[in-house]
């Protein structure tokens, strides 16, 4: 199991949930993605949708 | 889970910031976890050429004339106020500096999400373009029938 890292606070639609798909997409079960965004868009569509595609948002701090 | 949603993209233009519309829906929503399907016809065939620039792509000389006045992504003119070309670096540099993706880095990012390009069979007859001409991610080469059928159950758009 391990955690990654990723940044989009710089990221624009749609780099933002492509990023973040990217970095899922190359991750194993169990792995954790630890997502630092921007208020707004990114935080309010990058966990919805992650979760809607059967992903588990641990948490939002 | 839910059953997958799906989005295809009929793209006509060659343009930038058209293509710039096509790639970022795409990826968008290939990221979001549809099926996204895209289908480019006419101009814009010139954006899935293995050569990005302007080169002599194509079978015979009135295609390979088109190759070199139209040329590949790099090469896209804008829709308005091209100036010759002079726009598009315009825009490059404001994407950049903005960090806004560009159709390249989108192309690429399609590439890694694993979107379905498809060519269109008709338009390359006419401009003398065969798949070879074209990136390898392209999968198909295919038809009307083939592209309603592939784009059944979702949304279609047309750019």
């Known amino acids: 199991m391990k955690t990654y890292k990723l940044d989009i606070t710089a990221e624009k639609c749609p780099m933002t949930f492509v990023k973040t798909k990217i970095a899922l997409n190359n991750m194993q079960q169990g792995d954790v993605l630890n997502v630092r965004l921007r208020e707004g868009e990114p935080l309010e569509n990058v966990p919805r949708s992650a979760s809607e595609q059967g992903f588990n948002v641990l948490k939002i701090t | ?159």
């Open chain 2, 1 to 159: 889970m839910s059953e997958t949603k799906k989005l295809s993209i009929i793209a006509f233009s060659g343009d930038f910031d058209k293509l710039t519309a096509v790639f970022t829906l795409a990826t968008g929503a290939a990221a979001v976890g549809y099926e996204v399907n895209l289908f480019f016809t006419f101009w814009g065939l010139d954006a899935i050429k293995v050569k990005k620039g302007r080169s002599p792509v194509g079978q015979g000389f009135l295609p390979k004339l088109f190759g070199v006045m139209m040329g590949g992504l790099k090469a896209a003119p804008v829709s308005r106020l091209n100036f010759v070309g002079i726009s598009p670096k315009i825009f490059r540099y404001l994407m950049r500096k903005k960090n806004v993706a560009t159709p390249e880095e989108l192309l690429e990012a399609a590439r890694q999400l694993g979107i379905n390009f498809y060519a269109c069979e008709m338009a390359m007859h006419i401009l003398g373009l065969q798949k070879s001409d074209f990136i390898p991610e392209v999968k198909d080469v295919i038809g009307v029938a083939s592209f309603l059928n592939i784009s059944e159950g979702g949304q279609t758009l047309f750019i």
